[in-house]
């Protein structure tokens, strides 16, 4: 469906990959949202009502940091700063839970799932990775982080507090529970329809044992 005539697209003619780092959600997870919204879109909108524009279902994941055009030759750093991030924590457990908008209110512009839990989790490792990417040359975000699944996109729709609002009921009273064990580099890919987010690297979330060799052990005593 095409935007509607009033959207620009602030990076459009910026050189470069447009790059972001998530967290991907679990393939039985990413099922178990599409049921959920399978049911909002089986609703039918009123007569003539233009329907939100629902982002790419297999592409589901929870952000950490939107990076923006990026250079090619900032490409390795940038993925060795998200390999050095997720080897600061183990996999997640995740429960997808409750719906919401940004902004709250009547002329919402996207629409989206929250977590019940595992936000510490993601929040501490967003900082690891802010850091990281800091020491890759990044300059820091700044801004805290607020953990969701971006499922559709109302700018200015009429549609759209009432697809919220079916949205906020259909999940009402359910949970969707998973373990998330990758962090990933992605460029986001536009035009011809949603976006799409292709994976650039992806690392999984595994603390990484200490080094034998730089652990320091006494010499156990003689005790012949």
């Not at 470069?16 to 679990?26: E, K, M, N, T, Y």
């Not at 950490?64 to 090619?72: Q, W």
């Not at 929040?123 to 801004?143: F, I, K, Q, V, Y």
């Amino acid at each position: 469906m095409a935007r509607r005539s009033g959207w620009v697209d602030p990076y459009a003619g910026m050189a470069g990959q447009r790059l972001f780092v998530a967290v991907p959600l679990p393939t039985a997870a990413v099922a178990a949202v599409v049921d959920i919204v399978d049911t909002v879109r089986a609703m039918p909108l009123p007569d003539g009502m233009r329907d939100v524009r629902w982002v790419r279902m297999d592409g589901l994941h929870l952000t950490l940091r939107f990076l923006g055009p990026t250079a090619p030759d900032r490409v390795e750093a940038t993925t060795e700063a998200v390999r050095a991030a997720a080897a600061t924590t183990g996999p997640i457990g995740l429960t997808v839970a409750g719906a919401g908008t940004f902004p709250a209110g009547p002329r919402p512009r996207t629409l989206w799932l929250g977590l019940a839990s595992g936000v510490p989790e993601l929040t501490a490792l967003a900082a690891s990775l802010e850091a990281s990417l800091e020491l890759a040359g990044w300059p820091r975000d700044g801004r805290p982080i607020r953990p969701h699944l971006t499922l559709a996109r109302s700018d200015g729709m009429a549609a759209g507090p009432l697809v919220a609002g079916r949205l906020a009921a259909a999940i009402e009273g359910r949970a969707v529970e998973t373990v998330a064990d990758t962090l990933g580099l992605f460029e986001s890919v536009t035009g011809g329809g949603p976006a799409r987010y292709m994976p650039v690297a992806t690392a999984v979330l595994a603390t990484k044992p200490p080094n034998p060799s730089a652990v320091y052990h006494p010499t156990d005593p003689d005790v012949s």
